[in-house]
């Protein structure tokens, strides 16, 4: 019988060898979810005697990592803004970068409509329908993508969260117009596909070979999906409403523009923690 260290150490070795960076923490990870317990727990347990069935297995899961195949895949959960996810091949893997998207909305709406009816289209596993959501406890959200598998993954994690009395999904495509009585919204919010299309084949292979390549592709050059939103869903935002962009690097101009000549009365970004500016907002 072997301890919860002992596995811990044998998987942080295999992992170190693999050049795997962050080894330690992912051991950790890898480790705790085999075993149905919290970071915390594992830590708290560490000298206790675990089973072989834990043992298997966690090291099938660093197998799995070693391979390749991202963390959050392996694990099956992810974390975005404070919050718990569950994370599948069906949708993309949160990304830090789009926390931004998240507190431009708490931003916009804490004081001044913080009983918002707010959509998330392209919404993949539900973040940012669940953070916006956590955040602005009077809120609704309606979460809206294309992928059946998708939004079944957004289900289960607004269920997970608490969320299912203010926040619902809906099947649509955002480059063609939207379902009827849909109703109107404060705010749309949308984290679109917006890598080129030839550039997919240059992306990591962590991502190129694991990633949903549907949930990433933006067409030809990347603004396919901002194009058809501004053109078909616009048309829901309530007067004074607002529409905000989460955008590729140096794609916010482009996407600036295209605002203003949908008759959006201004246009104004926010930076990421690069620098780079990755959300644009459009004010009605």
Request: hydrophobic share 40%; aromatic share 8%; with cysteine.
């Given at each position: ?11 942080r ?44 297995k ?44 998240v ?14 009816r ?85 992306l ?15 067409g ?65």
């Open positions: 019988m072997k301890t919860y260290n002992d596995i811990y150490l044998e998987i070795n295999m992992l170190r060898s693999a050049g795997i960076e962050t080894y330690s923490q992912e051991a950790r990870l890898i480790v705790s979810c085999a075993s149905g317990k919290s970071p915390q727990e594992f830590l708290r347990d560490l000298r206790l005697y675990t089973s072989p069935s834990v043992e298997k966690a090291l099938e899961s660093a197998e799995r990592r070693m391979a390749g195949e991202p963390i959050a895949y392996v694990l099956g959960e992810w974390e975005f803004y404070g919050l718990p996810l569950y994370v599948t091949k069906d949708v993309l893997i949160p990304r830090a970068d789009t926390e931004i998207i507190e431009t909305a708490v931003d916009l709406l804490t004081g001044s409509k913080m009983d918002a707010i959509l998330d289209l392209c919404c993949g596993s539900g973040c940012i329908t669940c953070a916006v959501a956590h955040e602005l406890p009077a809120s609704r959200v309606i979460a809206v993508d294309i992928s059946h598998a998708a939004l079944e993954i957004c289900r289960k994690n607004i269920a997970l969260n608490k969320l299912s009395s203010r926040a619902i999904c809906m099947q649509a495509d955002a480059t063609m117009n939207p379902p009827a009585s849909l109703g109107a919204f404060d705010m749309i919010i949308s984290n679109p596909p917006y890598i080129t299309t030839s550039e997919i084949a240059d990591d292979s962590s991502v190129r070979n694991y990633e949903p390549i549907w949930a990433l592709d933006g030809e050059d990347g603004l396919k999906f901002y194009r058809g939103i501004i053109k078909y869903w616009k048309s829901l935002l309530k007067p004074d409403g607002c529409i905000l962009f989460e955008v590729g690097e140096g794609q916010a101009e482009a996407v600036g523009e295209m605002l203003l000549s949908a008759g959006f009365r201004s246009v104004s970004y926010r930076k990421d923690t690069l620098g780079t500016d990755r959300v644009v907002i459009g004010s009605y």
